[in-house]
């Protein structure tokens, strides 16, 4: 299973951008549908943070509480790709993004709940 997460940039403050992460090889072919997909993020000097999370449906999604109302994550099953809608951004939004994907096909915020991980893109937010 390989994550290639892209769409980060520099952005000023209140700017929008979408991240995506495409799903690739054959057990995420075959099996990807049926995987959780989450975005986390790390900023410099700081642990890694889950930021949202959609299930395997697709129906259930869940986001961390300095996010709710301006992120968005959604998938597309028929393309393997998940994306992150990034609304109002601020500096604090700052970081390296990372995708993942969870075997357990659930919305989790755990990263210990998820196997494949991306390689993450860069996300600037100037003030």
């Known amino acids: 299973v390989q994550l290639q997460a892209s769409g980060g940039g520099l952005v000023q403050a209140g700017g929008s951008l979408r991240l995506s992460c495409a799903g690739s090889g054959r057990t995420f072919s075959t099996y990807g549908m049926g995987y959780g997909m989450g975005w986390f993020r790390q900023a410099p000097g700081k642990e890694r943070e889950f930021v949202a999370a959609v299930d395997r449906t697709g129906r259930n999604t869940y986001y961390v509480d300095s996010v709710k109302g301006r992120f968005t994550i959604s998938r597309d099953n028929a393309k393997n790709a998940v994306y992150l809608q990034m609304n109002r951004l601020k500096p604090d939004d700052t970081a390296v993004y990372y995708c993942?994907?969870?075997?357990?096909?659930?919305?989790?915020?755990?990263?210990?709940?998820?196997?494949?991980w991306g390689q993450g893109t860069q996300v600037t937010v100037s003030s």
């Open positions: 993942a994907a969870s075997k357990f096909g659930v919305a989790s915020d755990s990263d210990r709940e998820y196997h494949y």
